[in-house]
């Protein structure tokens, strides 16, 4: 049957997918969850139907401290807008105005078994890591994400390699509902992101992240990207190999131009390199990059009513949706 002959066809043929993804609010934003996380959500906003979200109660699992936490739930909020998300086209909320995620998380905590919880990779990272804070939020993290996502029916969930295991577990809960109180849910599928893990400058054997200092942030100025690049590590190790030198090339090829690359990539053969030139210049890529970025934000944190605007319509939108999620799944379990 052609599209002109079934109104309906038509309709489902236009329907974009749903899609949902967040990033904590642990820091401000650094060039490894630009690279591995939010370039994505750019490219997808056209394609989807997107709930973008600033997952503050996620943050809540690891050590924080309040004003820490407002200042960067802002920051993660402008990011995404001064990088191009567009608050009109995608639904973009913070995660604690819609407090229907807690609610379903709650329902999922009852049909999860603790087993699963506990095999977690990244439980078990964190719980070794911070032996003091094994809190019951970082166990039950991967519910949480199961709730953002199934809240809104999420059918695609940009992750990179570190949070597969999180969405397996989403749709084993979406699997186990579906079985025990008729079909509600999809089961979401990963768009895995292919990019390489950004490392540490400093500690380059491990991933570059939010706590340490060693992260460059999308809203660092000139100065500080080669402050921070002056310190990163080039050594060598037994056979030759530098995993810090790896890091910066790659981040080269991501931010610089092909002939720069080319050119660092001849010395580094011909063993004729001066790492404070590929420093430099890959300071100056970097810069370059986020420099209408940088301007954009700063506009955008001037503004804190314009945020909160933002956040409102989003957490307005998003509760519409999940107020509906929430009546359905009431009525299948028994809620009165
Ligand atoms: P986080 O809020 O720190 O858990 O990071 C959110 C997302 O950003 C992760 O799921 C990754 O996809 C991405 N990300 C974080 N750190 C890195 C990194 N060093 N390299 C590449 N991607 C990263």
Redesign the pocket.
Known sequence: MSISQCGICYTLSMKKQILVSG??A?SEP?I??Y???IRQFLEKQEDFDCYFFI?DLHTLTTAFEPEELRKNSLAVLADYIALGLDPKKNTIFLQSQVPQHTELAWIFNCITPVSELQRMTQFKDKASTDVKNINAGLLNYPVLMAADVLLYKGEVVP??E??VQHLELSRIIARKFNNAFGKTFPEPKPIL?K?A???SLTEPTK????TGGAAILLSDSPEEIKKKLRKAVTATDATGKSEGVDNLMYLLKEFGNQEQYDFFQSQLKDNTIQFSHLKDALAEAISEHFKEFREKRKKLLEDPEYLAEVLATGAKKAQAVANKTMEEIKGKIGLL
């Open positions: 990033l904590r642990t650094h490894g969850n690279l591995g996380a997952a992750v990179g570190d949070q992101n990019t893990r950004v490392m991933k570059m992240s939010k």
